[in-house]
């Protein structure tokens, strides 16, 4: 079956001396996956088989694809070359019919979150956050915590989306 314990513990290293550091909310936020689910993986939680989430967590740490068995195995995780995938931007094409300044700023830098907010009448809003292109490791950790300020503020949006609008007096 594997050594689960072991593959969250890992994942849990990974993602602590990751950089710029991570933490399980941004795990979430990344992998669009719940923190009950981040929080399982990383406990070691016995599932299956190899999952997505897996798969997806394996790569936001910057692990090679097979890592995941490896680890599962007994072994250790290797790390990524850029050899060894393409980079984001070459494997998310841009839809047809964005304006092209928004087509080229999101392929420009490094992805460090996405959101989508629900609006009133069925609407939704992508906000896409991206660190400096080529930005060294503290610029993009000076990003990554902006964004960490900004997400409470625009999910805020999305939870007042739920409640009745106010009535004109």
């Known amino acids: 079956m594997g050594d689960w314990v072991r593959l ?18 941004d795990v979430q936020r990344a992998l669009d996956i719940s923190r009950a689910t981040v929080q399982n993986i990383e406990r070691g939680k016995e599932f299956g088989k190899v999952t997505p989430s897996h798969q997806a967590y394996a790569r936001l740490v910057g692990w090679t694809e097979d890592s995941v068995d490896t680890v599962l195995a007994g072994g250790e995780p290797s790390l990524a070359t850029p050899s060894d995938a393409a980079p984001p931007e070459q494997s998310a094409p841009v839809p047809d019919g964005l304006p092209l300044l928004v087509a080229e700023e999101l392929t420009t830098g490094q992805l460090l979150a996405t959101m989508v907010i629900k609006l009133p009448g069925g ?7 991206r660190g400096k292109e080529g930005g060294t490791p503290e610029e993009i950790q000076a990003a990554l915590e902006a964004w960490k300020r900004a997400a409470p503020k625009l999910e805020e949006i999305d939870v007042r989306t739920d409640e009745p609008p106010e009535s004109a007096a």
């Open 8 to 25: 969250g513990e890992a994942f849990k290293t990974a993602r602590t001396t990751h950089s710029p550091r991570l933490t399980q909310y």
């Open 123 to 129: 609407g939704q809003a992508v906000v896409v956050a």
